[in-house]
């Protein structure tokens, strides 16, 4: 009824940020009064709520996802899916930070105009943070457009988002 079931259709099995946000969850012991945190949770793990995410807590604590919704959207602090036309996470967690994560967003504010938690003028770029992704050992990581890269360099990263924009993905 929890957890794998509730997965969307789309997630790939091994990603670690679903298993961040399962644990989050199983640490609250799913309770419904829990839903703040999980969603903390997720937008740690994902950078921003989307429908799937919401979706998953909906179903984990037993809530409605309409309340899941009024929840997101009443808060501030929750960022609901980017506004950009790509999506750049960039984790700066303790691993990723030590690994150059600041560089990263130095890279993407002066390659594409654009901060942390801004999308840029032209519609094509959102840049979020998340605090950690579960993946460590790729440090620095980012997520582009839902899927993971690690070890990136600042000129590879401006790279591999410069190929999304084209529509050459590659992203592994
Ligand atoms: S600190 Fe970045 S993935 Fe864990």
């Given at each position: 009824?929890?957890?794998?079931?509730?997965k969307?259709?789309?997630a790939p099995p091994n990603d670690p940020r679903w298993k961040l946000l399962?644990?989050?969850?199983?640490?609250?012991?799913?309770?419904?009064?829990?839903?703040?945190?999980?969603?903390?949770?997720?937008?740690?793990a994902f950078?921003?709520?989307?429908?799937?995410?919401?979706?998953?807590?909906?179903?984990?604590?037993?809530?409605?996802?309409?309340?899941?919704?009024?929840?997101?959207?009443?808060?501030?602090?929750?960022?609901?899916?980017?506004?950009?036309?790509?999506?750049?996470?960039?984790?700066?967690?303790?691993?990723?930070?030590?690994?150059?994560?600041?560089?990263?967003?130095?890279?993407?504010?002066?390659?594409?105009?654009?901060?942390?938690?801004?999308?840029?003028?032209?519609?094509?770029?959102?840049?979020?943070?998340?605090?950690?992704f579960g993946c460590?050992?790729?440090?620095?990581?980012?997520v582009?457009?839902g899927d993971v890269?690690?070890?990136?360099?600042?000129?590879?990263?401006?790279?591999?988002?410069?190929?999304?924009?084209?529509?050459?993905?590659?992203?592994?």
């Amino acid at each position: 009824m929890q957890t794998e079931a509730n997965k969307p259709a789309g997630a790939p099995p091994n990603d670690p940020r679903w298993k961040l946000l399962d644990a989050a969850m199983r640490r609250n012991g799913r309770k419904q009064n829990a839903l703040i945190e999980s969603l903390h949770a997720a937008q740690e793990a994902f950078g921003f709520l989307d429908e799937d995410s919401m979706r998953y807590v909906a179903a984990n604590l037993r809530v409605p996802l309409s309340k899941v919704y009024g929840v997101a959207t009443f808060y501030h602090f929750f960022t609901l899916k980017p506004q950009g036309e790509h999506s750049c996470v960039v984790c700066t967690g303790t691993a990723c930070y030590i690994k150059g994560a600041p560089n990263l967003l130095a890279s993407l504010e002066e390659h594409f105009g654009v901060t942390a938690g801004e999308t840029s003028k032209d519609g094509k770029l959102s840049v979020l943070t998340a605090r950690c992704f579960g993946c460590c050992g790729l440090a620095p990581a980012v997520v582009i457009d839902g899927d993971v890269s690690g070890k990136l360099t600042s000129a590879g990263l401006v790279e591999k988002i410069h190929e999304c924009m084209k529509g050459e993905v590659a992203v592994p």
